[in-house]
């Protein structure tokens, strides 16, 4: 019917109640004895010109406009109960705050009201939109929603608290997809474009920040075209009005969530509305159209009308069964009830005053009551109503703020219940004051699952967060971590380096120890170069006891045997030596594998050199008298020998008292291990070891060579001369081999290189006489070791 669609039964039934406590506190004798109060209610049609004209009426005294007239004299008023609107409250608490007028709003939210400099008399009975934005920007947060739409009414009310929710949002990271603005009057084509916005926007959560019947319009185009998958969040404005809660508007609106002012119920306040005649009072206009719309029928006024249904005006309130006879859910016409309360107790304390001698500005006579005066009152006023509540004004004339959180559920008849799921106190402790009880939520699409509205998926642990360009800083990719670098939490803005002895797991979410590497004793390569070693130096053991068992036979005597036993037993030494580069580094291992390789090869490097200087003079002794072998007789060998060790010794001892070599992580080699290995403290003293090693290589190499053509069956000059020959190329290829080869195989070569000089100086020069020895023992003679048969050239 037209006319129901026309008039407001909510605003109807906020006028009831302020009527119905008035006579409540007129038939009290405990408030205002013998002081009736009365009332005059002015439809202000949700216009603040419309509003700012009735409170100038009710100032003048006058209902109706008289050409010229005066005001003059104080206002026949004490103070005004509104508006609903934060516009209206706004028009009307700026005109009347010049005349001291105080007024109480029920309904007007807007924290712009809150400013005492500019809206000094104005009191209200629902809390500040400030504390309704904080309670909306938790709920926000609590859920996760980064990604929203705003819609706010063109007016105070909606572009102060969008205004506020914003700031609070935007400091929690979330962002607004979109921001649009609606009032009651726009035309149709802006509508359809706002309707526009949020099908083409991603966002699946929009915030409606304004009064019902500002978005009302907007929300039936929604319902007209059927979108829906949205999760709107209701200013207490609108969450817990009837018009858009209903069962045909379920599918779009469905699961609506917001706070409301806790509700509380009036039971004798039924009955008074039952009672509601037509024409039964002065207001009987109001009353008219509200039986009107009650009924869908019309009373004979004249005009035309859509319906032919006449009202009789003893229809039945009983068989109405609407919400509007609902006393038990009162939220915003609890508000009026204690707003109804709240000036009649700043009248009792102006009135009835208990000391005579606080003054006559404290006290007046019900005859002369000035506004000025209830103001000051009404500023201290504290009582506890009849219901319970703790009533009165903070320093900004606000309540105190809480709500409850309501949720639009449709139960079994199919009818749409504003359900409380949770509340919000501002006075409680900090984390104490926003409760929800999730489970009893439903969303939309009559749903459990709690929506997801987001402009990009979370960035899992491993990942971080990059802003896309030109977008809002909730849309993003999510970025691998670096290597080297971890993120342990969602959504993480950086990645964080790890430690130094600390490397990222694979899924990047946690420093882990990095691997510590060294060649071991359990390694493959370390067994088999285990193997080697101890097989070379088994080789080695037998081949002396071959030498050894077979002392007395020419070929063993003709080459020096002192010295190639010190020769074997110093190869023995050089194929253990390099057991004490595997395992943990220690500093007793690092000193004892430097000091031990270098030791052993300058005695290897030592026997050589003097079996190499006996073969040249051996052969240079050609006179007689001129024999040069008495001075490299066996006491001169083993003075060679020891010298030549001694001065690597000295070399050694400088080098473990100035810097000697030490246990060191290596971090640089590779990023996700430890290298340990040994650093050879002084880099001088290590390059002295290595340089002395090879003076006396290269001097065996070239005295070998040139004795390689001296008359001899068997001249040991050769193998000698094949046996540097091997070393030096050996140790020559070592050295980029060493460079380049990275952590433990750095070792591994180190160890290779020790094991290949050792088994070439073994063979080459041990081998051919050991084969004599035991597979052609008739070449072991004297005859034919001093055969004079020309050596072919090598």
């Not at 069962?247 to 609106?253: A, D, G, R, T």
Request: with cysteine; charged share 15%.
């Amino acid at each position: 019917m037209l006319l129901s669609c026309s008039f407001d039964l909510r605003a109807f039934r906020w006028t009831q109640v302020m009527i119905f406590a008035i006579k409540e506190i007129n038939q009290d004798r405990t408030i205002l004895p013998n002081v009736t109060l009365g009332y005059r209610i002015h439809d202000s049609c949700a216009s603040p010109s419309q509003a700012l004209k009735a409170a100038l009426t009710l100032m003048n005294g006058q209902e109706k406009h008289i050409p010229e007239f005066n005001c003059k004299g104080d206002s026949p008023i004490p103070a005004i109960i509104g508006e609903s609107g934060s516009s209206q409250s706004i028009t009307i608490a700026r005109a009347v705050a010049s005349f001291g007028i105080s007024m109480v709003s029920y309904f007007s939210t807007c924290a712009c009201l809150s400013n005492k400099q500019e809206y000094p008399t104005f009191f209200r009975t629902v809390p500040s939109d400030l504390f309704q934005a904080k309670a909306l920007a938790q709920l926000v947060e609590h859920f996760g929603w980064t990604w929203i739409g705003t819609i706010g009414g063109d007016n105070e009310y909606g572009r102060y608290g969008i205004q506020a929710f914003r700031e609070l949002v935007e400091q929690a990271g979330v962002c607004i997809a979109f921001s649009e603005m609606v009032l009651r009057t726009y035309p149709e084509e802006r509508i359809l474009k706002i309707v526009d916005v949020i099908k083409l926007s991603t966002a699946k959560v929009i915030l409606a920040f304004a009064s019902e019947g500002d978005l009302y319009p907007l929300l039936k185009e929604i319902v007209h075209q059927n979108i829906t998958g949205i999760q709107w969040i209701a200013s207490e404005a609108w969450i817990t009005a009837t018009r858009p809660s209903t069962k045909h508007n379920f599918k779009s609106l469905g699961g609506t969530i917001g706070f409301a002012s806790h509700k509380m119920a009036i039971p004798e306040l039924r009955h008074f509305l039952m009672s509601l005649r037509p024409t039964a009072y002065f207001t009987g206009g109001f009353v008219n159209a509200f039986w009107e719309a009650m009924f869908g029928c019309t009373f004979n006024r004249g005009i035309s009308v859509l319906s032919t249904k006449q009202c009789t005006g003893h229809e039945n309130l009983l068989k109405a069964n609407d919400s509007f006879f609902d006393v038990t859910h009162l939220r915003v016409s609890y508000n009026v009830y204690k707003a109804v309360y709240a000036i009649a107790h700043g009248l009792h304390s102006l009135l009835f005053c208990e000391d005579e001698s606080m003054g006559p500005y404290l006290c007046a006579n019900v005859s002369n009551i000035k506004p000025w005066q209830l103001f000051q009152h009404l500023k201290e006023v504290r009582f506890t109503n009849r219901l319970g509540e703790h009533v009165y004004f903070d320093p900004n004339g606000d309540p105190t703020a809480s709500y409850d959180i309501i949720n639009w559920q449709e139960n079994q008849n199919g009818l749409v219940e504003h359900v409380t799921v949770g509340y919000f106190d501002a006075s409680a402790a900090t984390g104490k004051q926003f409760m929800i009880n999730e489970d009893s939520v439903i969303w939309h699409g009559n749903t459990t699952r709690v929506p997801q509205s987001v402009c990009s998926e979370s960035c899992p642990p491993g990942t971080r967060k990059a802003v896309q360009n030109g977008q809002h800083i909730c849309c993003f990719d999510c970025i691998p971590c670096a290597e080297g670098e971890i993120s342990n939490i969602t959504d993480s803005l950086e990645c964080l380096k790890c430690p130094l002895e600390y490397w990222p797991s694979d899924d990047s979410q946690r420093c882990v120890l990095k691997e510590v590497e060294f060649l071991s004793f359990e390694d493959t390569m370390g067994i088999i170069l285990m193997t080697f070693a101890l097989f070379g130096a088994c080789i080695t053991l037998i081949i002396a006891s071959v030498f050894l068992y077979r002392k007395d036979t020419p070929i063993v005597k003709a080459h020096n045997s002192e010295l190639s036993f010190l020769l074997l037993f110093s190869l023995v030494l050089c194929f253990l030596c390099s057991l004490t580069f595997m395992g943990k580094p220690s500093v007793w291992s690092c000193i004892l594998r430097h000091t031990l390789f270098s030791v052993t090869f300058v005695l290897c490097m030592s026997c050589i050199l003097g079996k190499t200087i006996v073969v040249l003079m051996a052969f240079k002794a050609t006179v007689p008298q001129n024999n040069p072998m008495k001075w490299f007789g066996p006491l001169q060998q083993r003075l060679i020998v020891c010298a030549c060790t001694f001065i690597q010794i000295v070399i050694c001892v400088t080098w473990l008292a100035i810097a000697p070599p030490f246990p060191t992580k290596y971090l640089q080699y590779h990023n996700a291990k430890v290298i340990l290995e040994c650093n050879v403290g002084s880099p001088i003293a290590f390059y002295c070891v290595l340089g002395y090693i090879g003076i006396l290589s290269c001097l065996c190499f070239v005295l070998a060579f040139l004795a390689r053509k001296l008359p001899g069956n068997f001249n040991e000059a050769k193998l000698i001369t094949f046996s540097m020959l091997i070393f030096c190329a050996v140790w020559l290829t070592f050295i980029p081999a060493y460079v380049s080869s990275p952590g433990k195989y750095t070792v591994a070569v180190e160890i290779f290189a020790i094991l290949s000089s050792s088994f070439g100086l073994l063979f080459c020069i041990f081998g051919p006489k050991c084969y004599i020895i035991l597979f052609r023992p008739e070449k072991n003679t004297k005859r034919n070791l001093m055969g004079k048969i020309p050596s072919k050239k090598l």
